[in-house]
């Protein structure tokens, strides 16, 4: 098997949509010979910020001298990017081989009466044993929805992160702000701490889960947290406190931009904190130095293009949407805004619109790569009342090419709405700029 029929045998397993549970994910670990016991994992979910938590995590990791893997979703561009080792993708030479041998176990299950595996859950698998063969020492595992269906949730972490918990995936993951974090507090195990960032309710119910499996718990704003001091447009100054670890304003610099990448970097050092106590490789200098290069491609990220200035950001859910609008009103609140618009159709879309929007903004809307797009006539129509200017093209490349005009270097511009947009957006502002 080459990487394109990997890809097409993957897009082929779209058929079977999204169905949770463990069952089908268990049996195909059996069959590969339960590679995911065979290193120590870091359990990241979340509504937002787990991407962002999962990658400060592997930095750190990393930066410590550790042999890492780390399984995120979704991709921007490519499926090999979801499964990387020590900061590299999986090559496409090694995802085909990998693939090919899962599909030999998924025909076995099929033959023997099982279900057949989902992609996700070939994925999932595909990574459990790709990191079992390279060997890593540590794996920061992202949940891909949820938590206690998720076929993530077949491991056995050192430490379980939730980062929050808002509305979201309602519809598979039961129809209430509790019933979602009934979900992530899932992924907590018997005797293995927790830390969050959840409040209200979610802390709550993540709390009496907690206390049902024995498990720490260490809450963001109560155990610790971290304090904002300056950004340079480039990179933020922040503090980290606990008073609980007995630490006092530790200063440490974040290269993730963003009002939202303060709570996130706090889940991460205090993470890395409660590691230490299993692994003394892990420090809080490993810690600042990593949190000082640690990159994750199109959360408000920014770019610079001939002179252009272009925030690109996965903002895809009201809550997203939100922090994405205070971090830009923190950072550029003197900018004039261009912003490249495109959202699914099942999103909340005239909620986010109402957050994001100004009244003085020039907006262009297009169409995210994905089946489930709004068209841009629609989005259009609904983005109009909102702004003083408004245009409309289907094709993305031709959406990005207005947008930089209409920026035209002395304006601000902002891609977000999905993560199904930006990522190949993004890939064409790079090539520009090669």
């Not at 044993?129 to 949940?143: D, G, H, L, T």
């Not at 005797?191 to 720490?216: F, H």
């Given at each position: ?46 509504t ?67 279900e057949?595996?989902?992609q ?76 969050t ?31 904002f ?24 610099e ?20 409660l ?51 205070q ?95 930006v990522?190949?957006v ?9």
């Amino acid at each position: 098997m080459n990487y394109q029929e990997a890809i097409s045998y993957l897009e082929g397993l779209k058929i079977f949509g999204i169905r949770l549970g463990l069952s089908r994910i268990t049996r195909l670990l059996e069959l590969l010979g339960e590679p995911q016991d065979r290193y120590r994992t870091i359990h990241v979910t979340g509504t937002n910020g787990k991407g962002s938590v999962s990658a400060m995590l592997e930095g750190i990791l990393r930066r410590s001298g550790i042999h890492t893997g780390f399984y995120s979703s979704p991709h921007l561009v490519s499926y090999t990017e979801r499964i990387r080792v020590d900061g590299q993708t999986i090559s496409e030479q090694e995802f085909a081989d990998g693939v090919a041998l899962i599909r030999e176990k998924a025909e076995q299950m099929a033959a023997e009466g099982d279900e057949y595996p989902t992609q996700f859950e070939v994925l999932t698998a595909l990574s459990f044993y790709y990191f079992a063969k390279c060997q890593v020492e540590y794996a920061v595992i992202e949940v891909g929805l949820g938590g206690t269906l998720d076929s993530t949730n077949v491991i056995t972490p050192e430490v379980s992160v939730i980062t929050n918990v808002t509305f979201e995936h309602a519809d598979k993951l039961g129809g209430t702000l509790a019933s979602i974090a009934e979900n992530k507090a899932g992924i907590i195990k018997e005797g293995v701490p927790v830390v969050t960032a959840a409040t209200g309710e979610p802390l709550a119910i993540i709390r009496s889960r907690a206390e049902e499996k024995n498990a720490d718990i260490f809450v963001a704003g109560e155990d610790f947290s971290s304090r904002f001091l300056s950004c340079d447009g480039r990179t933020q100054k922040l503090e980290f406190t606990s008073e609980l670890l007995g630490v006092d304003k530790e200063p440490y610099e974040l290269h993730l931009l963003g009002r939202h990448q303060v709570e996130n970097s706090s889940l991460a050092v205090m993470t890395c904190t409660l590691l230490h106590n299993i692994d003394e490789r892990i420090t809080i200098t490993h810690v600042r130095e990593a949190l000082r290069i640690v990159s994750w491609p199109a959360r408000f990220e920014l770019i610079e293009l001939s002179g252009q200035k272009v925030l690109i950001d996965g903002a895809h859910n009201p809550a997203g949407m939100r922090v994405l609008r205070q971090s830009l009103d923190d950072i550029f609140p003197a900018e004039q805004r261009v912003l490249l618009l495109g959202i699914l159709k099942d999103k909340d879309i005239d909620t986010m619109l109402d957050i994001l929007l100004r009244p003085t903004d020039t907006v262009v809307v297009t169409m995210p790569q994905s089946e489930r797009a709004d068209s841009a006539d629609d989005l259009l129509r609904r983005v109009a009342p909102a702004v003083q200017h408004v245009e409309s093209f289907a094709d993305n490349r031709e959406a990005l090419r207005r947008a930089l005009e209409l920026a035209n270097k002395e304006r601000l511009l902002v891609i977000a709405g999905s993560l199904y947009l930006v990522g190949g957006v993004r890939q064409m502002l790079l090539a520009r700029k090669d």
